[in-house]
């Protein structure tokens, strides 16, 4: 396959189209961009036909285009992401087809690649919205990834749907490069790439077309609590209004006796009844908060009743987490639209994201059925950059734990930030979890919010067998402390210790921890239990520092306060290992306030003596100091200050005379030059033990887990190599 150049020797694009709707494409597009931003530094999004708001008032944006927007890389508006509208192709297609290129190329110039994604047949369907689509795609120059459905097809239907289609876009000249067949039916994955097989690519007889396949998932077209409150024009009477995202897995009328109803009751499931149903209202309660009985998604009361005053104070006590809803509908018109209500991939949908990008991962890494390709982005047949952005770097922390998934442990399995970072985490491959909680309670809180923890271990702190031998295990480690077995009873159970006797025994790879606890309370077990690697005298920190277009790492910036020159070599040397762990090449600025020869003082003295340990004790290793950070950072500075060093003006390592400098520094870096911070990354230890932010978000603690296994892959090599 080719990429269109036309625009510039460095901008690619890829068109996505399908030939009919619902045909589960915005999964596909979601996939191909996070592909391409693995590689390229400026990815942006591209629609060629949008929805047309004047058409249909309520319709709005483009929930696809913004939900694309929200994950690309390049700062362009929506509007100008977007060629015409429906009704503007409908009065002068030419035309349209025309302003379309323009447009494409004033984005292509700002991008390194371009993702278009077809237009969604939600405004007019028929034979030529996909001849129409095969004709921009021609005229950007952009290979095809067709996209089509599989469900309620059979394997002969979908190949002939693919053959009909292809047959279209190569007579407008549009150049497939690939077929995805979406929304398949599990057990029918094998069978429709098999009928895909030997698909003719014109150009190369012998190479067939690459097909995937991925399977129908339900949850996403199921719609959010949120989606049916707004289509049964209803409001939130009681309940947890975070649990409006949850997918609402089916509709049930509870107009049967309580007994009755309590026997059909299902996972996810939105009961309708009256208002003036009490009795099925408190019942229902009562069997959502039962362990033995399914998780509800949520309740709708119709007719415009609301529980008199006697239930409602009742309600008012038990304080239900479970959304009820109140509808002025009757229950029929009101199941009627629940029932048709569909569900969407969208910003407001994370999970349904993190499903989506999960099934894509899956069906497209392999080989494609039809051909010897090693998986979609081979056959998108992406060059690496030199250049490596945030968001190239997160991707790649996610994939490098993903090829070789290590088991971390979790201990605040009570904080919703964590069971949704778990989701995530499971949904995504990166890691084997155990999360730390009484099993009961966190599984109905991960069911309230409708995520998905069922590859998760969740394993009480209280756990009679693994306390005693966690216990018996701590006294013998502090037994020059005067530790009893009866005391190391009550700390063990404390979730930071348990979790880290986990890593000490072995039972866990690694430990992450500190989004409802302080770093002490963190980091002070794997001090007492885990202790130093081998050759390491002190335990320190780095923060993996993102810029625009390339990743520095900054140490020490979150643990020792004060590093004599001992600390500071032994920081030097970590930060040169945890570098290389994450791929960037060691290159280790010792910092001070003077460069080489020209200053003196204690200050001066301690990272010039810190230098030369690091020459004699790693003399492999590129190291300069002292240094002062522009002659670490700029060619120009450093010719000046530092000619003929291997390190000024492009070190990659930066270590800190000392906390307060080196705290400073990141957060002045982090705020002024707008630079991702990932960590702090705790290094030294046997074992990895990471701390989170107390404010940390859900995609901090997935990059931090994902940060934590790569750790545990390199100490597993070092044991292997050893």
């Known amino acids: 396959m080719r990429w269109n150049e036309s625009v510039s020797e ?5 068109y996505i189209t399908s030939p009919e709707g619902e045909t589960g494409k915005s999964t596909v597009a979601l996939g191909v961009l996070e592909l391409l931003q693995r590689r390229f530094p400026r990815v942006g999004v591209f629609r060629p036909v949008a929805r047309s708001a004047d058409a249909n008032p309520h319709a709005g944006r483009d929930y696809v285009l913004e939900l694309l927007l929200a994950r690309d890389s390049v700062d362009l508006t929506y509007e100008q992401c977007v060629g015409v509208t429906y009704d503007e192709v409908h009065d002068d297609p030419e035309t349209s087809l025309s302003q379309i290129v323009a447009k494409f190329h004033d984005v292509a110039l700002a991008c390194d690649a371009v993702l278009v994604l077809g237009s969604d047949y939600t405004d007019v369907a028929g034979p030529t919205e996909l001849s129409f689509n095969a004709r921009v795609a021609a005229n950007l120059g952009a290979p095809v990834l067709l996209v089509i459905s599989g469900f309620d097809r059979t394997p002969d239907d979908v190949r002939q749907l693919a053959e009909v289609s292809l047959a279209e876009l190569r007579a407008f000249h549009a150049r497939p490069f690939g077929v995805v067949a979406n929304r398949c039916r599990p057990d029918d994955l094998e069978a429709v790439g098999a009928a895909l097989g030997g698909l003719d690519v014109p150009e190369a007889p012998t190479s067939p077309l690459p097909v995937w396949t991925i399977p129908e998932e339900p949850s996403l077209s199921a719609p959010t609590v949120e989606g049916l409150r707004e289509s049964v ?3 939130l009477l009681l309940g947890d209004d975070e649990l409006l995202a949850r997918e609402a897995m089916g509709v049930l009328v509870g107009a049967m006796t309580l007994e009755h109803l309590l026997d059909h009751l299902t996972d996810g499931a939105v009961v309708v009844t009256a208002g003036d149903r009490s009795e099925v209202l408190i019942g229902l309660l009562a069997a959502h908060a039962a362990p033995s009985y399914p998780s509800l998604a949520a309740m709708v009361l119709t007719g415009g009743l609301e529980p008199p005053e006697s239930i409602a104070r009742l309600l008012d006590d038990l304080a239900p987490s479970l959304p009820i809803l109140t509808t002025h509908l009757d229950t029929i018109e009101t199941a009627s639209r629940a029932s048709r209500t569909r569900g969407r991939v969208s910003l407001d949908a994370p999970v349904k994201v993190d499903t989506a990008l999960a099934l894509f991962d899956r069906a497209t890494a392999g080989a494609s059925p039809s051909s010897a390709q090693t998986g979609l982005a081979a056959a998108l047949d992406v060059p690496p ?22 088991h971390v442990v979790l201990p605040e399995g ?15 491959d990166v890691a084997e979890l155990t999360i730390l909680g009484d099993e009961s309670p966190v599984r109905a809180r991960a069911a309230e919010l409708g995520l998905r923890l069922d590859g998760a271990h969740v394993l009480s702190p209280h756990d009679p067998e693994l306390v005693e031998r966690f216990a018996e295990e701590y006294t013998q480690l502090r037994a020059h402390k005067g530790m009893t077995v009866e005391r190391a009873r009550e700390i063990v159970t404390d979730v930071s210790y348990f979790g880290t006797m ?12 500190g989004a409802a606890h302080t770093t002490a309370h963190t980091i002070k ?8 690697a081998p050759g390491v005298s002190v335990v320190s920190s780095v923060f993996l520092m993102c810029l625009e277009d390339r990743v520095l790492v900054y140490g020490d910036c979150a643990v020792i306060p004060d590093p004599s020159s001992t600390q500071l070599a032994d920081i030097a040397i970590s930060s040169a290992a945890t570098a290389a762990q994450f791929g960037v090449a060691p290159r280790i600025a010792m910092l001070s306030y003077s460069t080489g020869e020209s200053g003196y003082g204690a200050d001066v003295e301690k990272v ?19 240094i002062q950070y522009d002659a670490a950072v700029d060619a120009s500075v450093a010719a000046s200050k530092m000619p003929g060093s291997d390190v000024a003006g492009k070190a990659t390592v930066f270590v800190f005379p000392d906390l307060n400098t080196g705290n400073n520094t990141y957060k002045a870096v982090q705020r002024s030059a707008g630079a991702v911070a990932i960590g702090p990354v705790l290094q030294g230890l046997a074992k990895p033990v990471n701390d989170l932010s107390r404010g940390a978000l859900v995609h901090d603690i997935v990059n931090t887990v994902a940060i934590t296994a790569i750790q545990a892959q390199a100490g597993a090599a070092g044991e292997g190599e050893a």
């Open 10 to 14: 460095s901008t690619r694009s890829v």
């Open 502 to 513: 986990m890593v000490h025994l072995g039972l866990a790879d690694g430990m992450v921890s």
């Open 525 to 532: 077990p794997s001090f007492e239990i885990i202790k130093t």
């Open 233 to 235: 024009e209803g409001t």
């Open 608 to 626: 010039r003596d810190a230098t030369a340990l690091v020459r004699e004790r790693r003399p492999d290793l590129s190291v300069a100091g002292p």
């Open 414 to 428: 009570d904080d919703d930030r964590i069971l949704r970072a778990a989701s995530t985490l499971l949904q995504r």
């Open 385 to 406: 950059s030199d250049v490596v952005t945030p968001l190239m770097f997160e991707y790649e922390l996610l994939a490098r734990a993903r090829a070789d998934r290590k």
